[in-house]
């Protein structure tokens, strides 16, 4: 098994077999490079991959269709392209057997594919020259600014892997928001202005739409005839699903929504999904987009006086920083970093997470349109049902996978360490320097949640506090030797400590009685 560390350039006469999956969907893609004409590209839909979990309705629609328009593009620039079905009778379901299946077929001398995102589908692939009997060429994902390598050169010998540092590291090395040596602007973060709630006026836009043609039709037809029992519906999927559209959603988010990012990046609200948010995770995940493009039109927005520092820095971090950085935890840590459970939570997934019937509004809020779109803002996912999550003492592989079903943007390299990391503190520390655990007050002060709530953040009557508050403070006691030597929580145990005995006993039967309701 050859594992390539650099794109290879070769010529040869014989037919190589250039396997492309559901979230390599870019002509930039390295398995591409040095197409021939007489090679063949294999494209496979199979039931493995859409039921590993069980994946959102909108986001197989989504994943299928673009796999599809993508196939079709192709063709007509006259490549050989091998499109397997989801409901071709001979289909055998996994990769490892469509690969089988196509070698029998075309004979290639050799299989080139791009790393897998997944650490599930690498250890498959490496078993794939065995099983076929030819090699396999696996090449380095060059659509990311950092390889794994560059990746575990940063993590070597630092006892702290905060996304701070790299994120620096990676503005130096790609020169993005630089003048010279120094950080466009004057500094490096300007995330203090980044956190402001949002004005009841405020003038939302609204999302570019996109009509499905006949192709997306037919996969959403084909999504509701076999995937019963996954959330959601495939009807309505407005992800863009070719390259042209991307780039419209690119260019929407760029004029109408970037300078207002950075203001409003934290703030929830009822009844507004997507606030200023790009949209974009989902495209760019598939390959329809690429960060480095993405990026540049941010700065560009900056340096044309068309979007404000605070908004462009605060969203080239995303890309730059936060997306380069899970993805180096990912491939640094596994496959051992799954299985961390810092506060040995064990408590199953509440059946609301599926559903939405839940009387916290801001729960319901973010799990109903996470139902209808396959989506949730950051926030949501962080502070809302990421937090709920945390303070209850939810099992993190049942979080996990909700996290990897439920959104079409979720691939397991981006979602484990957002949500063992970053929103469950499963790791310990590694990723966030505390855990991300809020109370009512914050969701109060972030969003309009609470006005229409059946409890209240404010509240001290038992009957009407919110859950969240009660949950707050028995997480905080309940994990008191595993946090209270964090010197970034010293604050919050003297605030504990200065509390009314009577009001801690309070708060925590109330948990108490919440989280036994629960099961
Ligand atoms: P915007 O708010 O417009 O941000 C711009 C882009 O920055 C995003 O498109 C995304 O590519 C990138 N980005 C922002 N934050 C992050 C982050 N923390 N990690 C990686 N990229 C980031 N993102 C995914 O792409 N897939 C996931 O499966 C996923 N799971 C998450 C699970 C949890 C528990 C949390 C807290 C976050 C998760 N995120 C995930 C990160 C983030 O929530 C989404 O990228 C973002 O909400 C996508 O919406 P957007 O495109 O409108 O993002
Ligand atoms: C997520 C997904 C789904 C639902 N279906 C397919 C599919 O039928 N064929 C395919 O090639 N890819 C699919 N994907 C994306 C893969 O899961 C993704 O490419 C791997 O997980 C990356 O390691
Ligand atoms: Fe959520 Fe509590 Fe506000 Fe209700 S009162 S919306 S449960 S934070």
Not at 22 to 29: A, E, F, H, P, T
Not at 86 to 93: I, Q, R, S, V
């Given at each position: 098994m050859q594992i390539f560390i650099s794109r290879v350039f070769r010529t040869n006469t014989l037919t190589a077999l250039r396997f492309v999956p559901?979230?390599?969907?870019?002509?930039?893609?390295s398995s591409l490079d040095d197409l021939e004409s007489g090679d063949v590209v294999l494209m496979c839909e199979v039931m493995e991959e859409a039921t590993y979990v069980r994946h959102h309705k909108k986001k197989i629609a989504f994943i299928l269709s673009a796999m599809r328009h993508f196939a079709e593009g192709l063709k007509e620039d006259g490549v050989n392209v091998d499109y397997i079905r989801?409901?071709?009778?001979?289909?055998?379901?996994s990769f490892a057997g469509e690969l089988k299946r196509a070698v029998a077929r075309h004979g290639p001398d050799r299989v080139i594919v791009t790393h897998p995102g997944e650490w599930r589908v690498f250890e498959d692939m490496k078993k794939w020259e065995a099983d076929l009997g030819i090699p396999v060429e696996i090449r380095v994902d060059s659509r990311f600014f950092a390889t794994p390598k560059d990746f575990r050169q940063f993590a070597k010998g630092r006892k702290e892997l905060r996304m701070e540092w790299f994120y620096r590291d990676m503005r130096r090395k790609t020169g993005l928001l630089m003048d010279g040596d120094k950080p466009a602007g004057g500094a490096w973060n300007f995330d203090k202005e980044n956190r402001k709630s949002l004005p009841e006026n405020v003038k939302l836009p609204d999302p570019p739409v996109f009509e499905s043609d006949e192709t997306t039709r037919e996969v959403i037809r084909l999504v509701d005839s076999r995937f019963d029992g996954h959330m959601g519906e495939a009807q309505g999927m407005n992800f863009p699903v070719t390259r042209d559209e991307a780039l419209t959603a690119l260019d929407h988010f760029i004029e109408t929504c970037l300078p207002s990012f950075g203001d409003y990046q934290d703030a929830m609200k009822e009844g507004?999904?997507?606030?200023?948010?790009?949209?974009l995770s989902a495209p760019l995940n598939a390959g329809l987009l690429c960060p480095e493009e993405i990026c540049r039109k941010a700065e560009d927005a900056w340096r044309g006086g068309r979007a404000p520092i605070n908004a462009v820095e605060g969203f080239i971090r995303q890309i730059l920083g936060w997306r380069e950085y899970v993805r180096g935890i990912y491939w640094l840590k596994m496959p051992d970093y799954r299985k961390g459970n810092f506060f040995g939570a064990k408590r199953d997934l509440p059946w609301f997470y599926w559903s939405g019937e839940t009387d916290m509004a801001c729960m319901a809020a973010a799990i109903c349109e996470t139902w209808e779109n396959a989506y949730a803002h950051h926030i949501q996912r962080l502070m809302v049902t990421g937090n709920f999550a945390l303070l209850a003492g939810i099992d993190p592989a049942q979080v996990e996978e909700w996290y990897l079903a439920v959104y079409a943007d979720a691939y397991e390299w981006v979602e484990l360490p957002n949500t063992?990391?970053?929103?469950?503190?499963a790791d310990g520390g590694l990723m966030a320097s505390k855990p991300y655990a809020a109370s009512g007050n914050y969701i109060d002060r972030m969003s309009?949640?609470?006005?229409?709530?059946?409890?209240?953040?404010?509240?001290?009557?038992p009957e009407s506090l919110c859950p969240f508050n009660a949950l707050y403070w028995d997480f905080m006691a309940r994990n008191r030797d595993k946090l209270e030597g964090n010197p970034r929580l010293g604050m919050v145990y003297r605030t504990f400590d200065r509390m009314d005995e009577a009001r801690v006993d309070m708060l925590r039967k109330r948990a108490r009685e919440f989280l036994d309701a629960l099961e």
């Open positions: 559901g979230d390599q969907l870019s002509r930039c893609i989801l409901d071709d009778p001979e289909n055998t379901g507004a999904p997507f606030l200023f948010h790009s949209l063992h990391g970053m929103a469950l503190f309009d949640y609470c006005a229409d709530c059946r409890y209240s953040a404010k509240s001290k009557d």
